[in-house]
């Protein structure tokens, strides 16, 4: 299981029928990292969902099926037409059945980082890879994973999931945790989902994630066009990414604490005063926003597991995005990112890193609003926010 962003803000080809033996799937799960029971949930879990699965035809044929029901599953229908025509995403029978969950999501998702360090914890799976992040099929028992990590002295997010990928090792369904999301939002989870099947490089997520993230972005307001949609798109594009743009640095800032060789209280006084700060220029920022509050939730519990999760999703969308820019088109942009993949470790981010200075130093940029997250966050360490002399 490959899990999307839990905000709105994981690769084999596209499949029809399940690729593998559910017996085979056991005991490939089984032979993970960790307990035996982590394991047989996920793959209880995965099966409820697959065998809850309906044709969209079905249901759209259905004439007891809600009006709005039908409405949403055309819409989702017309997104896989364009992902697999336009994008040239590996749809297959992906998102072509629906599931109506127990629970409000399929899945929830844990992530931690120690107290003093912006690195997350890793857990190591058959299949995808190592990931930072774990996730189970029950809240309750996500909840007492966290409670678990928290008394260890980890900082720790606990997060829905509304949808996630299998690779292309099952036909992902469209599930009633996200079907009635407003059409952007739909379609770029979708697209996010679907790119994660055309390119995918087994321990990276911040490769991954940063990916399909792109994907999504670049392709939307093309389908945007295409579908009529107009209102305030860019505006919505600019918030989204004036807010990334503060808790990186926050992040950096956090960093720097860390890196330092300071007392661990001195270094917790600081933290405390930085993530003070960051809600503060929080409120600053969207303060004329038609939905300030769009954030306002992840903000005040940020700590440095969502700043891990932040750079997961968002640290390398700049360099594909510069990436895509110098391509010839979705076919060769897929096939420079899976170029970038088979590059080590070393040898890929500084590739990385040169596509991100390139973006930056682009005149191709997205209006805004007129705010300096460097400027705002440049008091979060002084001594008086520190309490320090």
Known sequence: MYSSSTQDQWRKPGCGHWRLPVLLVLLLLLQGCETAA?????????MRILAARQP???IAADPATDAKLQQQLALVQSIRGYAAGELRL???????????LEDEYPVWNVLAAPEFSLK??????PIVG?????????????????QQLAAAGYDVYLGPVPAYSTLGWFDDPVMSSFVHWPPERLAALLFHELAHRRVYLSGDTQFNESFATAVA???LPDWRRRQGIDGPAADRIAEARAVNALMMTARRQLQQVYQSDLPEEIQRRQKDATLARLRHCYRTLAADWSYPDRYRAYIDKTN????????????RVPAFE???????GWEDFYRQAEQLGELDQAARNRRLDALAAAAQDSSRKVTGPSFSSETCMSAANTPQATGDN
């Open 56 to 58: 969209i035809d079905n």
């Open 90 to 100: 590996p749809v297959g029978r992906a998102y072509g059945s629906y599931v109506r």
């Open 130 to 146: 190592c990931a930072s992040y774990r996730g189970y099929f029950r809240k309750a028992s996500a909840q007492r994973k966290a």
């Open 38 to 46: 982590y394991y047989t949930q996920a793959a209880s879990g995965q």
């Open 120 to 125: 997350p914890k890793r857990w190591c799976y």
């Open 322 to 328: 510069e990436l895509f820019r110098r391509s010839g």
């Open 217 to 219: 972005q670049l392709a």
């Open 304 to 315: 440095n597991a969502t700043l891990a999760l932040v750079s997961e999703y968002q640290s």
